[in-house]
């Protein structure tokens, strides 16, 4: 069974960092493709950024330069550093894990950036 479960999430203001972890089990962030992504109110849901299993990775024009997608395969657990955070992130974040079958979502993490 697979399980993806996200942690770090929180209220900060406007310039603070957060970090999230997405916590994976069942399946292997270090041979799949993992993806942060997220809803703010009234929105769709959006790609903020993914890493492949050979490490390049993508970004929304949004964060770049300030949002960092990582992973450490020996704990088989996924990152994204969060720094100079705006309003605008304002989101629930989700990190999906994408097999060759499937893709699996996390039950994703609030983050409420305060101006």
């Known amino acids: 069974q697979v399980q993806l479960v996200e942690s770090g999430g929180g209220l900060v203001q406007a310039g603070d960092s957060l970090k999230l972890s997405c916590a994976a089990s069942g399946i292997s962030v270090s041979v799949n493709r993992m993806a942060w992504y997220r809803q703010g109110p009234g929105n769709q849901r959006e790609l903020v950024a993914s890493i492949t299993r050979n490490g390049g990775t993508v970004y929304a024009n949004s964060v770049k330069g300030r949002f960092t997608i990582s992973r450490d395969n020996a704990k088989n657990t996924g990152y994204l550093q969060m720094n100079s955070l705006k309003p605008d992130d304002t989101a629930v974040y989700y990190c999906?894990?994408?097999?060759?079958?499937?893709?699996?979502w996390g039950q994703g993490t609030q983050v409420t950036v305060s101006s």
């Open positions: 999906t894990v994408m097999s060759l079958l499937n893709t699996y």
